[in-house]
């Protein structure tokens, strides 16, 4: 019976055994779990501001298309990750300083559903807020986006920090590779959201973006699409690459040495 026991702890889980979606190379799980929850409650205060500011300035119409704008369905998005990758990172630096001989984190012992869930919400939050910064202040930025105290903390976090957030993913956590098939699933989520979009103009009268208007954009409107697609997919390879160089210089001989003097989970 003791035996299987310490067996039972011993045995590496096969989802994520190196932890790389809860370590960071710069920071200790400790301080890595702080960041992301800090980050978490900081986008959800956003989120609640940002819907509840204009309905009770405006009226309640003018928080009724909230959930038709992809930046703010993105922005629900890396919410949503921080939150769970925080509590995820939190309950591996608990297991850590337990003295656990494996430590290990309770996305290891769930389904492969949630497993791939977490993974695909990791690719998106790293993915769309680049995209959404760069199609905002390229095509829809104007002198309205400062005008008041409050489009300017909504577009600059928003628009800013949200690509901010999805740096500090990508370069200062673990977390390993894009997997390949998650850049087909984003390009079918981003097809999906055009389908909101339009659901949208014909429950609420309205496009979330003007360049989706099909009477104004004309054959532009083609363009437009397949352009977002194409920069969805040429964003997607920049992040794996920027992960693989992150990777490639974590294992020259100094980064080496230096994870050998703090292992991980004793780092603080």
């Given at each position: 019976?003791?035996d ?5 702890q ?5 989802f994520d055994?190196?932890?790389?979606l ?15 929850l800090?980050?978490a409650?900081?986008?959800l205060?956003?989120?609640i501001?940002?819907?509840v500011w ?6 309640s119409?003018?928080a009724s298309?909230?959930?038709s704008y992809?930046?703010n369905?993105t ?7 921080f939150f ?8 591996y630096?608990?297991?850590?300083k337990?003295?656990?001989?494996e430590p290990?984190?309770p996305?290891q012992r769930w389904g492969?559903?949630?497993q791939?869930l977490?993974?695909?919400?990791y ?6 807020p ?5 199609v ?8 309205e ?7 300017s903390y ?5 628009h800013?920090l ?8 990508i370069i200062?956590t673990n977390?390993?590779?894009l997997p ?7 390009i079918?989520?981003?097809a ?5 979009a339009?659901i949208?103009?014909?429950?609420q009268?309205f496009y ?9 954009q ?8 397949v352009?977002?697609a194409v920069?969805?997919?040429v964003i997607?390879?920049?992040?794996w ?5 992150r990777e490639?210089?974590?294992?020259v001989?100094l980064?080496?040495t230096?994870?050998?003097t703090?292992p991980v989970?004793s780092r603080?």
């Open positions: 019976m003791t299987s026991g310490v067996e039972a011993t045995t590496k889980p096969t055994p190196e932890h790389k809860v370590t960071s190379w710069a920071f200790s799980p400790t301080i890595l779990a702080g960041l992301r800090f980050f409650l900081f986008t205060f956003t989120a501001f940002t819907l204009p309905a009770v300035k405006d009226g119409a003018s298309g909230y959930f992809f930046t369905l922005f629900i998005g890396i919410c949503a990750y769970a990758s925080g509590l995820q990172t939190f309950a630096a608990k297991s850590s337990n003295g656990d001989l290990t984190f996305l492969r559903v949630l791939y977490h993974v695909l919400l690719t998106t939050i790293v993915t769309f680049i995209l959404v910064t760069i905002y202040w390229a095509l829809l930025a104007s002198s986006s400062f005008e008041t105290p409050y489009t909504s577009n600059i976090v928003k800013a949200n690509s901010a957030f999805a740096l500090f993913e200062f977390v390993g590779l390949w098939l998650n850049l087909p699933i984003t079918v989520i981003l999906g959201y055009v389908g909101v339009y949208t103009h014909e429950t009268g979330p973006y003007a360049f989706l208007n099909p009477k104004k004309g054959a532009k409107l083609a363009g437009y699409i352009g977002i920069g969805e997919a997607f390879v920049i992040v690459a920027i992960i693989k160089l490639y210089i974590k294992g001989p980064m080496r230096r994870k050998s703090l989970g603080f």
